[in-house]
């Protein structure tokens, strides 16, 4: 089996574990009208507040579940994590497409955000330790791409499915993770860590191919395991040297910068937010066009990273994200304090 084949194997499971994200990231604001009108009953009786926690009850599950998975890959696996998490994944979206009550659901979301968050790093770490050099980067960047593929396919699905259909729906996707792992091999670097070369060399052959001398590749992998192994821990009495602290810092800062830009604020609530500015389109059909143009834009920076370089992209990004938070900031106070005429005369923005 040769490198291509090989790099088919590792995106059927980046693919399933990066779509599954990008579907749950955007499952509570599709919810929010069907939630409120499908069901009369107490149950369903979703305050503001409440809709509120139900949307941030998700990346809270996700924020534990990237705590919690750094023992689950060390003990399970790489891909016995992946390979795990997926019943689990489907269990909980039949407890939030069957919810009889409130708890069932917040429950459901919760334990949705949690599994994201302990697949999505899982899956990364294993196409990283499997890929090529070649074409690890290009493999890395493919995560973005299927993130806001997810988000398009929660968007156009969401507009004639309730809720509780787009969640029986989202089934689909931890099963298609499931099954990818079931043709794949364990990452060698895991064989390794483990002290089990045989294991490590066995992988390795099947993914670089039979007729593929691995021998230079395994010795690599082992020597970069045993400097590992022989690197110092990070404490707070060598936390100060910078080979330690600068990257942490930088990553930190990139990390906190994106997650604050407000993204994903807008992503939740897109739309509500179209709803509220009166567009001649419909606010599902809106959010679809919106899902389409994430996706090209995706897609043409994957292929301009090399180029333009990740400082400069990331620049541009910045910039865009601050000015099209202005602009739409700008609409809703306008919105908020002026006359009908003046909030008809700028609904381009």
Same mark, same amino acid.
């Given at each position: 089996?040769?490198? *291509? &084949? ?10 399933? *574990? ?10 509570? %604001?599709? =919810? ?11 149950? @369903?009786? @979703? ?7 139900? $949307? ?9 579940? *990237? ?27 039949? !407890? ?17 955000? %949690? =599994? ?25 960047? !493919?995560?973005?791409? @299927?993130?806001? $593929?997810?988000? +398009? ?6 507009? @004639? ?15 298609? +993770? ?15 860590? #483990? ?25 690599? &992998? ?7 192994? #022989? ?14 602290? &600068? ?18 604020? $807008? ?43 990740? #400082? ?29 005429? $003046? ?5 381009? !923005?």
């Amino acid at each position: 089996m040769g490198v *291509a &084949k090989m790099s088919i194997r590792a995106l059927s499971s980046e693919y399933s *574990a990066r779509y599954e994200p990008g579907f749950l990231q955007n499952f509570v %604001f599709l =919810l929010f009208d069907p939630i409120t009108s499908y069901h009369d009953d107490v149950f @369903f009786a @979703f305050s503001f507040l409440l809709l509120i926690f139900l $949307v941030s009850i998700n990346p809270a599950g996700s924020f534990l579940g *990237a705590l919690c998975v750094g023992m689950l890959i060390n003990s399970l696996g790489r891909r016995g994590t992946v390979m795990a998490l997926s019943p689990l994944y489907i269990g909980s979206y039949l !407890l939030t497409g069957f919810a009889v009550n409130r708890i069932m659901i917040i429950t459901g979301r919760f334990i949705c955000g %949690f =599994l994201a968050g302990a697949a999505s790093p899982a899956s990364q770490i294993y196409v990283s330790e499997i890929s090529s050099p070649c074409i690890r980067g290009r493999l890395g960047s !493919l995560a973005g791409i @299927f993130l806001t $593929v997810g988000i +398009l396919v929660a968007y156009g699905f969401g507009a @004639f499915l309730n809720w509780n259909q787009l969640s029986l729906f989202g089934i689909t996707f931890p099963a298609l +993770l499931g099954l990818s792992t079931l043709f794949i091999p364990e990452s060698p670097s895991w064989y390794i860590i #483990k002290q089990k070369d045989s294991l490590a060399l066995k992988s390795l052959q099947r993914l670089r191919g039979r007729n593929t001398d691995v021998s230079g590749e395994f010795k690599i &992998k082992k020597e970069s395991s045993e400097r590992i192994k #022989k690197m110092p821990e990070i404490t707070l009495r060598n936390a100060s040297d910078p080979k330690f602290w &600068k990257p942490l810092a930088l990553s930190s800062m990139l990390m906190i910068a994106q997650q604050f830009s407000g993204n994903l604020a $807008v992503v939740f609530n897109t739309v509500s937010i179209f709803e509220s500015t009166g567009s001649t389109l419909s606010p599902s059909v809106s959010s679809v066009i919106t899902g389409s143009i994430m996706v090209i834009f995706t897609i043409g920076m994957t292929f301009l990273i090399d180029k333009a370089g990740r #400082k400069a992209l990331l620049l541009f990004s910045s910039a865009g994200m601050g000015l099209s938070h202005s602009l739409l900031g700008s609409y809703f106070y306008i919105q908020a304090n002026y006359p009908q005429e $003046v909030i008809n005369s700028i609904s381009w !923005l």
